[in-house]
Antibody, heavy 119, light 110 residues
């Protein structure tokens, strides 16, 4: 049973970057993609992008194009999401989630990583 | 890509049913049978409740059911229980645009 374990909370200054990790335990990256979804305080879920780890191919929601980079390290079954040019509106909990090839639903989810952007 | 539209809130007494709608377009909900629903309790990660419009993952009670007509999907929770009080989000595959989530519905058990 795959579990996704994310890195810990971060506090960042406006204009800086943050890199959040998501490690798959109990399985490997062989047959699924990893998506990143964020949730601002009191707000809904927002899909940011995804990666196919075995191919290293990523695609992004238009809103985040140019500011987000999603990568994966097959050797450690870890995906990463880096968001640059941070602003206060990027304060949110960031989740990773698995999507099976041929399926288009998110399961399971990581526990979430709170990123706070504050001067 | 605009968020799918859900009612902000829904409520029912224990044992009653509540239905949540999720309205999109022909580019997402109406174009694919890839609507999924997620339950989120405060401070927790979302949990998959329904996938491919109406399928339930193992371990999800059969009180939860899903359907779709045109550009609108629905989640029905029958026999409401106290533990069903949570936020619910729909999601749809949107082709080259990836995925889109609904605005979320807070379900209150009265």
């Amino acid at each position: 049973q795959v579990q996704l374990v994310q890195s810990g909370a971060e506090v960042k200054k406006p204009g800086s970057s943050v890199k959040v990790s998501c490690k798959a335990s109990g399985g490997t990256f062989s047959s699924y993609t990893i998506s990143w979804v964020r949730q601002a305080p009191g707000q809904g879920l927002e899909w940011m992008g995804r990666i196919i780890p075995i191919l290293g191919i990523a695609n992004y929601a238009q809103k985040f194009q140019g500011r987000v980079t999603i990568t994966a390290d097959k050797s450690t079954s870890t995906a990463y999401m880096e968001l640059s040019s941070l602003r206060s509106e990027d304060t949110a909990v960031y989740y990773c989630a698995r999507v099976w090839f041929g399926g288009n639903w998110f399961d399971p989810w990581g526990q979430g990583t709170l990123v706070t952007v504050s001067s | 890509q605009s968020a799918l539209t859900q009612p902000p809130s829904a409520s029912g007494s224990p044992g009653q049913s509540v239905t949540i709608s999720c309205t999109g377009t022909s580019s997402d909900v109406g174009g694919y049978n890839y609507v999924s629903w997620y339950q989120q309790h405060p401070g927790k990660a979302p949990k998959l409740m329904i996938y491919e419009v109406s399928k339930r993952p193992s371990g999800v009670p059969d009180r939860f059911s899903g359907s779709k007509s045109g550009n609108t999907a629905s989640l029905t929770v029958s026999g409401l229980q106290a533990e069903d009080e949570a936020d619910y989000y729909c999601s749809s595959y949107a082709g080259s645009n990836g995925y889109v989530f609904g605005t979320g519905t807070k379900v209150t058990v009265l």
